[in-house]
């Protein structure tokens, strides 16, 4: 056995992420300077915009009612061990806006969008779609990659901006009907604790993770190699890799607007 | 190994190479193709006769030697350069590569619409005059691809190849998967179109028959070479044992299937 063989392995893997982070970033750059460059595909734009935004409203809207109703619960039977029951309003606007509406809504959209994007760019890979494209004096990062990464940088944040305002009525409905709040005095404290900052900060985190979504998937399903097989392995690794993304992206981003 | 008529190829190869890793697909292909003359390009699978055709068309890049179009070097041109090169193009995929989000009548108008040589109304009378060129009626512009049959789609892909009126026009393996009548009309169909047109044709395929009926001259690619050329008449007494034994499809010869890539 070959000292050197175990060194090697890690050598290769090592020299393979390295190859797979330069491929992403060279893909990366591309799609956004053809994102933001003439000509644009308006038509293209609109549907995508329709399938990301407005078909996602179902989706987002359940998880963020479900959310808010949760938190409420969760932290009413917290709290009330301190009597603290009056920060709940707090508890729930904050965490929905800063975190959870950002997030949860990221996560269902990394699996509704992120898939659909990598199975149907996968599909044309296999079957010769992309290539027919560059014979029809059609580049196929401006026609199919660009769009997608505008529609998902855009609509992500109106997305959340929908899935905090059902999450903060899904806590309401809770702390008014089941923990017998009284409604007025819920909705000013939700009110007056909320920050201009503490909205825009997870409208910035959706766009980043709108960005993410729709790159993930362009990026796995043109890339995608070898058939029926290479589109399911695609759709895999791109709604997994695009949800650590958004949970690490999460954090920097946190980091970087509220760390003091 | 070409001798090719006085006249400038539209398309020269010269030891053009690729490899994909350790695997030498393309050994250093020579080939010319005059204008206006219909080249088939035989080989069996895997010999790299796709690799070919997508290095043609700029999808892949050749490791070394170089591809000229109409005299031009193109393996090493820019994006916009290497578009205005390939609208000299048109190309039936193997699997028709139609775009199954469009309508029939868009992706035969894909090519003049993204060039925006005309408007929505103008590309669909266009689209369905190309559709009866290749024996559709007009009916069938407002379908999807996949309410087509094989045969069909094959037809619109060849539409939607000739429909911006190309210099040259590139058939991937286009008998591939239909029986042999529609096999034989699909042939028919290229020849006139091709005709029609008035352009270059290059392919590439397995399928004797079809190789007999389009090409005026036929190369054979073996292990990344082109191993024979000539006129299609000269194909059953070529001299070369290869040629022989892939015309006739034996399984005894001097080629050996490879079972392993």
Same mark, same amino acid.
């Given at each position: ?11 290769? /893997? ?5 190859? $797979? $982070? ?37 989706? /987002? ?41 950002? /997030? ?14 990598? %199975? ?78 503490? /909205? ?6 959706? %766009? ?53 | ?261």
């Amino acid at each position: 056995m070959n000292p050197l063989a175990g060194l090697q392995k890690i050598g290769s /893997v090592f020299i393979a992420f390295l190859e $797979a $982070a330069g491929k992403l970033t060279t893909f990366m750059v591309s799609g956004i300077s053809h994102a933001v460059r003439p000509p644009f595909y308006p038509r293209i734009i609109l549907h995508q915009m329709m399938d990301i935004g407005y078909y996602s409203l179902p989706v /987002v809207g359940l998880t963020a009612v479900f959310a808010g109703m949760v938190l409420a619960l969760q932290s009413y039977t917290g709290f009330a061990r301190f009597s603290a029951e009056g920060a709940i309003a707090n508890v729930v606007v904050l965490s929905i806006t800063r975190e959870l509406g950002p /997030v949860l809504a990221g996560l269902m959209v990394a699996g509704r969008i992120g898939a659909s994007l990598a %199975a149907e760019i996968g599909t044309m890979r296999v079957t010769e779609q992309i290539d027919a494209l560059t014979t029809l004096s059609t580049n196929p990062m401006k026609y199919l990659v660009a769009p997608r990464l505008i529609a998902g940088i855009t609509m992500f944040p109106l997305l959340v901006l929908v899935a905090d305002i059902i999450g903060v009525f899904g806590g309401y409905m809770v702390a008014v009907y089941k923990l017998g709040f009284n409604p007025s005095n819920y909705l000013q404290n939700t009110w007056n604790f909320l920050t201009f900052e503490d /909205v825009t900060s997870g409208l910035v985190k959706a %766009a980043v993770f709108g960005f993410i979504v729709t790159l993930m998937g362009c990026y796995h399903g043109y890339n995608s190699r070898g058939g029926a097989q290479g589109v399911g392995t695609a759709t895999t690794n791109a709604v997994v890799s695009a949800c650590i993304l958004i949970l690490s992206f999460d954090y920097i981003l946190t980091e970087m607007f509220f760390a003091k | 190994m070409n001798a090719t008529s006085s006249t400038n190829p539209k398309i020269s190869l010269s030891g053009v190479k690729k490899a994909f890793g350790r695997k030498v697909v393309l050994d250093g292909v020579n080939l010319d193709v005059a204008p206006g003359e219909s080249v088939v390009v035989i080989g069996g699978s895997g010999t790299g006769k796709s690799v070919m055709l997508k290095s043609i068309l700029g999808i892949l890049r050749p490791d070394s030697g170089s591809i000229k179009v109409d005299g031009e070097e193109v393996t090493r041109m820019g994006a916009s350069e290497r578009e205005r090169i390939n609208n000299k193009f048109g190309m039936l995929f193997q699997g028709a590569a139609l775009f199954d989000s469009l309508p029939v009548w868009e992706n035969v108008a894909f090519g003049i619409l993204a060039e925006k040589r005309v408007n929505r109304v103008e590309a669909k009378e266009i689209a369905i005059q190309k559709l009866s060129q290749v024996g559709l009626i007009s009916d069938v512009a407002d379908l999807f691809p996949a309410e087509l049959s094989g045969g069909m789609q094959k037809r619109v892909g060849l539409a939607r190849a000739i429909c911006a009126d190309p210099e040259i026009i590139f058939f991937d393996e286009p008998t591939t998967g239909l029986d042999p009548i529609m096999a034989d009309v699909i042939n028919d169909l290229i020849v006139k179109v091709t005709r029609e047109v008035g352009a270059t044709a290059l392919s590439i395929t397995h399928d004797m028959a079809s190789a007999r009926k389009i090409a005026n001259r036929v190369a054979m690619l073996y292990h990344g070479k082109i191993i024979w050329a000539g006129p299609v008449a000269d194909i059953d007494h070529s001299d070369n044992e290869y040629v022989d034994q892939f015309i006739h499809g034996r399984a005894e010869g001097p080629i050996k299937m490879a079972v392993r890539a």
